[in-house]
């Protein structure tokens, strides 16, 4: 079982709606998320970071944090063309954890997403 | 401008060739990250440095080797030991005590 999975896509939408991006994970002892958007050719860029369960919005950004069910999700509303990405989720484990994963990210394989006009 | 670079852009090696990928950051960050992106899959952790002069294995060390003698800096080799190296490298960032990482441009390895 993949530590961090994620639909790969592609996810299409049209412009105006609303893009779901969906991502579980397997370790309970996860304490902080982070989604990145990641344009063709170009480094990842961090757009949304949650660490309490429930809902945190920045602008058309809304990320949703469940961590009964391992389960955290991006929403964009009001998607525009240029939201067009792949959009990486990353978990980090709790640093009181033990070993050497103090800071560590690990990433899920990333969601294409497309937003056509 | 605060910021990572990286360089180069990109780099062409031949096989049996060690090569040096740059990483400096002006951020003031205690800890520097080394990951290798793959077409189509995400980002997986080479080394890592939470302080000068100290630094940490990640998932896929074998075939790389890294410093870090100062701050500011943390360059990661290629060695001819890496069966596979031709991948895009991305060096990250992040202050002590916050969650956050921030990335560098990345710099594309393709081997000949």
């Known amino acids: 079982q993949k530590e961090v999975e994620q639909n790969s896509g592609p996810l299409s939408v049209p412009e105006g709606a609303i893009a779901s991006l969906n991502c579980t994970y397997s370790?309970?002892?996860?304490?902080?998320f982070f989604w990145y958007r990641q344009y063709s050719g170009k480094s990842p860029e961090l757009i949304m970071s949650?660490?309490?369960?429930g809902d945190k919005e920045d602008g058309r950004f809304t990320a949703q944090l469940n961590k009964a069910s391992q389960y955290v999700s991006l929403l964009i509303r009001d998607s525009q063309p240029s939201d067009s990405a792949t959009y990486l989720c990353a978990v980090k484990l709790d640093p009181n954890a033990g070993g050497t994963s103090y800071g560590k990210l690990t990433f899920g394989q990333g969601t294409i997403l497309t937003v056509h006009p | 401008d605060g910021g990572i670079t990286q360089s180069p852009k990109y780099l062409f090696r031949k096989e049996g060739q060690n090569v040096t990928l740059s990483c400096e950051q002006n951020l003031n960050h205690d800890a520097m990250y080394w990951y290798r992106q793959d077409p189509g899959q995400g980002l997986r952790l080479i080394y890592y440095s939470q302080i000068v002069n100290d630094f940490q294995k990640g998932d896929i060390a074998e075939g790389y080797s890294v410093s870090r003698e100062k701050k500011e800096s943390f360059p990661l080799t290629v060695t001819s030991a890496q069966k596979n190296p031709t991948a895009f490298y991305l060096c990250?960032?992040?202050?002590?005590?916050?969650?956050?990482?921030?990335f560098g441009p990345g710099t594309r390895l393709t081997v000949l």
């Open positions: 370790d309970r002892g996860s304490q902080s």
């Open positions: 949650i660490y309490s369960n």
């Open positions: 990250a960032s992040r202050q002590g005590g916050d969650n956050e990482q921030f």
